[in-house]
């Protein structure tokens, strides 16, 4: 897939900042729109109002059940401040962990969890209980069509902001929502995962990919997954040739 290895510069976006309590986040605005993948842009307001809501002292037990698994972004000029907690997924890739705020999320870094007294053991467990139960609720009527100059795919957008996340359900979620099929899935930015099916030339699949990407200030930049025989695997640590299954 010689397309995903130049990928479109992104468009850059003007970045607001939102104070909430003692904490600042910085957010990008984007339009108040449905998108093609079903997903959701939240309006700056709807944000604020949910940031009012977060507690002025974030305890673990109230942190907990709100952990989310988030892949990192692509970024160009290296990450500063406090290090994010990271670690290798099953399937070989590397990902940090957020706070499910609603129409926002926070990133989880190693100063909040020595605050918690909280083991990065403890942080991934939690993050992914809270993972299977916002899967076990999303459904194929999440799933949206896409034709793109004839290529017909599916993206979901569903939980908003985060739906990129879906792919390390499992197997057993992926194949329910999407199909038993054989199947590639992309994950251009934190809020959308794309499944091609196994006719689709990896040149548009790498166009595609690449065009969502583009629209996207920070996109994830990461290699395809595979569900192959019921099975997922990562290009990024050698997983099935695109050749072989498409």
Do not use: C
Not at 189 to 218: H, K, W, Y
């Amino acid at each position: 897939m010689a397309e995903s290895k130049h990928r479109r510069k992104a468009k850059s976006r003007r970045p607001r900042l939102i104070r909430a309590g003692d904490r600042t986040m910085t957010f990008v605005q984007t339009p108040e729109q449905e998108a093609s993948d079903g997903s959701y842009t939240p309006s700056l307001d709807e944000v604020e109002a949910a940031l009012a809501d977060v507690p002025g002292e974030l305890t673990w037990d109230w942190v907990a059940p709100r952990l989310i698994p988030l892949f990192e972004r692509g970024y160009g000029e290296g990450v500063s401040g406090d290090p994010m907690i990271n670690i290798e997924t099953r399937l070989g890739g590397g990902i940090g962990f957020g706070i499910d705020f609603g129409p926002a999320f926070g990133r989880v870094t190693r100063s909040m969890a020595q605050r918690w007294e909280a083991s990065v053991e403890q942080i991934e467990a939690a993050a992914f209980a809270h993972l299977a139960q916002v899967a076990a609720s999303v459904t194929r009527r999440d799933v949206q069509s896409v034709v793109h100059q004839g290529h017909l795919f599916r993206a979901l957008g569903v939980p908003s902001g985060w739906a990129s996340s879906l792919v390390l359900a499992g197997e057993s979620e992926l194949i329910r929502i999407f199909g038993a099929r054989d199947q590639l899935f992309t994950v251009p930015s934190r809020g959308q995962l794309v499944a091609f099916g196994p006719g689709t030339q990896p040149r548009a699949i790498g166009q595609i990919t690449a065009m969502l990407e583009s629209l996207d200030p920070n996109p994830l930049l990461m290699d395809p997954f595979v569900m192959l025989d019921g099975t997922m695997t990562w290009e990024g640590v050698g997983g099935e040739d695109l050749d072989d299954v498409i």
